[in-house]
């Protein structure tokens, strides 16, 4: 568990959010008819869904950063947010379906002007300075707050987390995530292993970006580990969010894990 929780620059989260939401918008603008049908996996998505689900998410920043009433709730952390997701599946899968069937009905240009729209009212907060001001807190659905730039790295999680989800639906090329972007998710995602599954039994690396001890048991003081999981950060953000299997990786070579402890299949995924 790290010694104190991470804190973020804004200006570097604004940018990271910035380039990964233009990331996402040259791939929109080429997706065709069957694009858009292609099923992804997420249960019974498709690409249309997707892009819904996503323009829902990251239209909640321009929303929370509007609202007049004081954020006076109390405080969701990062690692908080990360439980919480598990628990909205269903307001979540409720309020995509709409959205699909409305803004994101139509051709791929259609499609690809609701997708900009989303994407501009975002681009129009992270570009005023006042508007991403350290130390700002805004209101959350269920009567919680959260700090800004907080808020903002959980919007960077949708983009990195299902900008993936998109490339693997399309089966091409991978997506070209923002490397800040990528660095954050990753680091957010290990500090929120480390609270939820705490110890210093488990050393987990995930170069370049996120080394955290994590899981009840014996700690090591010096030396080399007893238990050391390694993996790089796209495999990481796939295990924590449930979107591949930990055997598989594992005897795919993309997860290293040694020691009697290092099998972490049952604390994951982390985040719903």
Known sequence: MP?????YQPKMVSAALAAQNEALR???HRLTDSDLDRPTRLGSWRVRELLAHLSLALGRLPAAVAEDRAADGPELSLSGYAELSRTLTGSVDSAVAEHAQTAFAGR???VAAAFDRSLDAVRAVLDNPEAVESGRRVSLLGGRSMDLTDFLVTRLVEAVVHADDLAAALGGDAFPHDRQAVAA????LADAFAEQVP???VELRIPPYAVVQAVEGPKHTRGTPPNVVETDPLTWIR????????SA????????ASGERSDLARHLPILG
């Open 185 to 188: 998710v990753t680091r957010m």
């Open 3 to 7: 010694a104190k929780s991470r804190t």
């Open 108 to 110: 791929p240009e259609q």
């Open 239 to 246: 295990l924590a969010t449930g979107r591949t299997d930990w």
């Open 199 to 201: 110890g210093g039994a």
């Open 249 to 256: 990786e594992v005897e795919a070579a993309r997860v290293s």
């Open 26 to 28: 040259g791939v929109v």
